[in-house]
């Protein structure tokens, strides 16, 4: 089993960027695979990045692509979401989660991100 906790959420500018980092707890993080998601008032969970196992391996939704950057680093048992040129459309809690191999998902509490234009 795994714990997640994200941080680095705050209230940021419209094309300012914030970096969120989900940190894990217990074995073999790095055979997991990781992803991020998020949550806007009113609207459904909606899928953002994913990561494979070795990190040379990455997804995006095309709300997202070319503006954020998904990353681990397997040594710190972290995951990371660089976001660029954030728009308000982005405000939203986001949650980190990961998929074990045999099959398991683990979420972590979420962190809020609000841009304001």
């Known amino acids: 089993q795994v714990q997640l906790v994200e941080s680095g959420g705050g209230l940021v500018q419209a094309g300012g960027s914030l970096r969120l980092s989900c940190a894990a707890s217990?074995?073999?993080?790095?055979?997991?695979?990781m992803g991020w998601f998020r949550q806007a008032p009113g609207k459904e969970r909606e899928w953002v990045a994913t990561?494979?196992?070795?990190?040379?391996?990455?997804y995006y939704a095309n709300s997202v692509k070319g503006r954020f950057t998904i990353s681990r680093d397997n040594a710190k048992n972290t995951v990371y979401l660089q976001m660029n040129s954030l728009k308000p459309e982005d405000t939203a809690v986001y949650y980190c989660?990961?998929?074990?191999?045999?099959?398991?998902?683990?979420w972590g509490q979420g962190t809020q991100v609000t841009v304001s234009s």
């Open positions: 990561i494979n196992w070795t990190g040379r391996t990455t």
């Open positions: 989660k990961a998929d074990n191999p045999g099959g398991n998902s683990y």
């Open positions: 217990g074995r073999s993080f790095s055979n997991y695979v």
